[in-house]
Each structure stands twice: as C-alpha cells, then as structure tokens.
C-alpha cells in the first residue's frame, strides 16, 4: 500500500478547509507549505484536528541549526506531526530538525531532490545520494525523492533502505503514480486534487494506491 498525501497549497483558509474536509475521507495525511500558512497562519493546522489526518508541515526548513529548531519547535507546538527541511544546509542544521522531531514524537524528512526541472541544476552529481546518506546518518524518518524520475527514486532507496520516501510531483508536473507507487511510501499530489471541478471525486480516483 502506498499512502496518498494532499499537498494543501490553497492560499484561501476557507476554500483549503473545504477541499481538506471533503477529501478527507481518502487521504492519509495533509502536507501544508507557506502558500496556505501565510494567509491562515499556524493555527490552520488547529482547525484541521477534527479530521484526524496526520498534519505535515512542509516548510523545507533550510537555516542554521538554532534557527531550524526554533521553527520545528513552533511547527510541532502548532499540532503538526512531521516536519519537512533542507539537506544541503549540512548535518548540523539537518540533526537540530531531527532532535526537535524526537523531543515532540514526530517526524522528520529530509529533501534530497526535488521534483521541478531546475531542481537537476544542483541536485545532480551525486548530490542527491550524498544528501539521502547523511539524513539516514542524522536519524531522519526519510526523504523526499521525486515522483518525476522514477530512475533517480530507484536508486536513493538503495541508500536509505526502509526508511519512508514520500514522493511529490504526481500529476501537474507530469509524475505517473502507477510509475512510482511501488517504489515510495507515500505520493504527494497537490494541483491535480484541489484544483479539480470535484476534488473529493479526484481523490478517491487515486484509491487504488492505497489497496
């Protein structure tokens, strides 16, 4: 079974707690970035609870080491089950998401290449593995790895192991989730969903990743 995650990026509170709620039914998490957070704040994250869907926080948290802890503290403090950060900001930055995760019984996963075109400008070279390896060194839950290039999931699994890899990039940007289901544990799919006619109807369209 491969999980489905709802990538919430709705700048509207109202129209992302309608989509969530209507949704609901067949996701296994919510991920929220900076477009929904901006304009709801935080306690977005309170308003979702009744649904009893495990919150991702998808903040790509990319700082030193303080910094990063003081926003995975606040994100976890908000209700929020996992945290998404950075790997290229180093061990240390990496290590301060992982302990603020572990203090708060969440998780943490590390980006070690993201799913967009530009992304192969820098993670590429080898890049991305060594990324992959230093989250499976820094204790991380796993990582984020693109739906777009099954090839490129394909071989980060062979250096993190069971460790989760939860896959963006389904749809909109052209990912095939029959392609990537068997390869990741969870995909994140976003636009093809929530900007749908019938959102509901699209999600349940995806079930058969969850059988």
């Not at 709620?21 to 609870?49: F, M, N, Q, T, W």
């Not at 495990?54 to 929020?80: C, M, Y």
């Not at 900001?89 to 603020?100: K, L, N, P, W």
Request: neutral net charge.
């Amino acid at each position: 079974m491969t999980d489905l995650i709802l990538a919430l990026d709705v700048p509207d509170r109202q129209r992302a707690l309608s989509v969530a709620r209507a949704c609901a039914p067949h996701l296994d998490a919510i991920k929220i970035g900076y477009p929904l957070v901006l304009s709801a704040g935080l306690s977005v994250a309170r308003e979702l609870d009744d649904l009893g869907l495990p919150l991702i926080a998808d903040f790509k948290v990319a700082d030193i080491p303080n910094t990063n802890r003081l926003i995975a503290e606040q994100v976890f403090s908000a209700g929020f089950r996992a945290l998404i950060c950075q790997g290229f900001t180093g061990r240390d930055s990496v290590e301060a998401c992982v302990g603020a995760a572990r203090s708060a019984g969440g998780l943490c996963m590390v980006v070690a290449e993201m799913s967009h075109p530009g992304a192969l400008e820098f993670f590429s070279g080898g890049v991305a593995e060594q990324i992959a390896r230093m989250a499976a060194g820094c204790g991380a839950d796993g990582i984020i790895a693109p739906a777009t290039r099954p090839e490129r999931v394909r071989v980060l699994r062979k250096i993190i192991g069971d460790r989760l890899i939860w896959s963006p990039g389904v749809g909109a940007q052209g990912g095939d989730p029959r392609a990537i289901a068997g390869l990741v544990d969870a995909i994140i799919v976003g636009r093809q969903i929530y900007g749908a006619v019938d959102p509901a109807r699209e999600a349940a369209a995806l079930g058969f990743l969850r059988r």
